[in-house]
């Protein structure tokens, strides 16, 4: 200790020592004054806590060896925490008629202490009084005397624990987590030397450290405590209590020990996967429609989902082939578990070849009714393929005749078409023949054009009007790339039938108008002779 403490600890202790001589000569002087002493007060229990009720007692004596004390009244004044609980005539008054010289008596009074009291010395206002009797001349002479005396109890507080964990820390089976407790004194008093041991059950176990030293733990404060805890994996879901036990010394030297059960939650984690995809038909390509997609929706993890939502998010090149085709509610998933789910989508025709990811959303309620929302994917490849558009164009063909037409097409698609083939189809509504109903276009690649030529035969009678002819072209896929798919489309083409018949309408027309003029200017001339 270096010099400056020293000096401050000396003038310390002198006005400590200043302050007790000063006290001794005021009870000196108090007790001098009177003839009537009071004594320190006597209790029980001997070491008071809150919540107790104590019995207190005062020892009254007549000092004075020459007079006698009469009509003797003390009355006690508590402060907080005390109540007084028992009821004389006059309720925290006790009364004794007279006191002989030298002669002592007992006052009782009963107190209760507040539950909440903190640990600490409290104030009792002791007022007495009484009368004086001196005999003197054979005359009794009567002085009353009246003051008031202040005493402190001890009150020693008690620690009162509880255990608290965070509201969104839980366990995991199968794995081991730090899991921070705070130890809470909610008492009044402060509780030393507080160790906290830690005990498990059949499911969960504390790793490592199981006694925790803790120290110091004041009223209204608390300490904090990680502990290291392994879940089996054989552990359900759901709430769990383990021990622990807590040793401390109160305030007034009393050894406790609580045993304190420790509530923790166990949540299995919840691990939804995609797998074993598999699609109808099996090579996907541009065009497809109603392609089903059988996939698993597997737990893999120890938790229980429930109420398990699945949305196929179809967008280009992939459509819904049927509204809400592609929501599935699969119901619950324990560990585990797996259920299969089944999409439809069409393929929109010029989707590029290439591997495309389709997300799908996956939304699911834990065993605690909280939502939760992940999304997985399913890789699909769409493979080349040959498409084959008819350019568009009007034909015009004559009645009564054959006519060749020629049919441009051109492979829209990102493969190349061998063994191109137009064929027209025939339908007998229509009044064509045809001498000539197929041509073979040959082999296109992706962007290129060709021609067939097919021969149309129009029936004489046709009417003048616009047919719309089915075509079916056929192509085989790419041999070199391992597509030897034939593919077969129908499409249409319009062709406009004119008639070869000479018209006499206009002149027959004509003549008619002649007629008719002819006829009104004979028709007025004959009225204007008549006239």
């Known amino acids: 200790m270096d010099l400056l403490n020293k000096t401050s600890l000396t003038l310390r202790l002198k006005k400590y020592m200043s302050v007790i001589a000063f006290s001794s000569i005021i009870f000196l002087l108090i007790s001098s004054a009177h003839a009537l002493q009071v004594n320190e007060p006597q209790y029980e229990p001997l070491k008071i806590h809150p919540g107790d009720d104590v019995d207190l007692w005062f020892k009254i004596t007549n000092d004075d060896y020459n007079k006698e004390v009469k009509d003797i009244k003390i009355t006690i004044t508590p402060h907080y925490p005390f109540e007084i609980k028992q009821v004389n005539p006059t309720k925290g008054v006790a009364t004794l008629s007279h006191l002989n010289s030298g002669e002592s008596d007992t006052t009782y009074f009963k107190l209760h202490v507040n539950e909440d009291a903190p640990s600490r010395n409290y104030r009792i206002d002791v007022k007495v009084s009484y009368d004086e009797v001196e005999h003197k001349n054979g005359e009794d002479i009567i002085t009353h005397h009246e003051w008031t005396k202040i ?21 995991t089976p199968a794995k081991t987590k730090i899991v921070p407790i705070t130890l809470y004194n909610k008492g009044t008093g402060t509780a030393k030397q507080c160790t906290l041991t830690i005990g498990g059950n059949n499911y969960i176990s504390p790793i490592d450290t199981t006694k925790f030293y803790v120290g110091r733990v004041k009223a209204n404060d608390g300490k904090t405590i990680n502990l290291k ?51 109808t038909p099996k090579e996907i390509k541009p065009g497809n429609t109603y392609v089903r997609i059988d996939t698993t929706i597997t737990n893999n993890g120890h938790g229980e989902a429930k109420d398990i939502n699945v949305h196929l998010k179809t967008e280009y090149p992939f459509k819904d082939s049927w509204s809400n085709a592609n929501y599935k509610d699969i119901g619950t998933l324990s560990g585990g578990e797996s259920k299969d789910v089944s999409f439809t989508i069409d393929i929109d025709k010029n989707a590029p070849p290439k591997h495309y990811k389709i997300p799908v959303e996956i939304e699911y309620l834990d065993i605690f009714n909280k939502k939760h929302n992940i999304t997985k994917t399913i890789d699909i490849y769409i493979k080349p393929k040959p498409i084959i558009e008819i350019i568009p164009e009007e034909y015009t063909v004559k009645a009564g005749t054959e006519n060749t037409v020629l049919i441009h097409v051109k492979n829209t698609g990102n493969e190349k078409a061998e063994n191109v083939k137009i064929t027209a189809i025939k339908n007998s509504a ?38 719309i002819i089915t075509v079916e072209i056929r192509a085989v896929g790419d041999r070199e790339e391992g597509d030897d798919n034939v593919y077969i489309t129908q499409k249409s083409i319009k062709v406009k039938v004119e008639n070869n018949s000479i018209s006499y309408l206009p002149i027959e027309i004509g003549l008619i108008v002649i007629l008719v003029v002819v006829g009104l200017y004979y028709y007025k001339r004959k009225n204007k002779n008549e006239q």
Do not use: R
């Open 151 to 171: 005493y402190y109890l001890p009150i020693y507080g008690t620690a009162n624990f509880e255990i608290n964990t965070k509201n969104n820390i839980s366990l």
């Open 430 to 467: 229509q009044p064509f023949d045809y001498p000539t109903k197929s041509d073979t276009v040959g082999t296109l690649k992706p962007g290129e054009n060709g021609t067939g030529a097919i021969v149309i035969d129009v029936d004489k009678n046709a009417v003048a009007k616009d047919y």
């Open 229 to 279: 805890l392994y879940t089996n994996e054989k552990t359900p879901e759901g709430s769990y209590l383990i021990p622990a036990t807590i040793s401390w010394v109160n305030e007034d030297g009393a050894q406790k020990t609580e045993n304190i059960n420790i509530g923790l939650l166990v949540q299995g984690d919840v691990l939804l996967g995609i797998s074993n995809v598999i699609t």
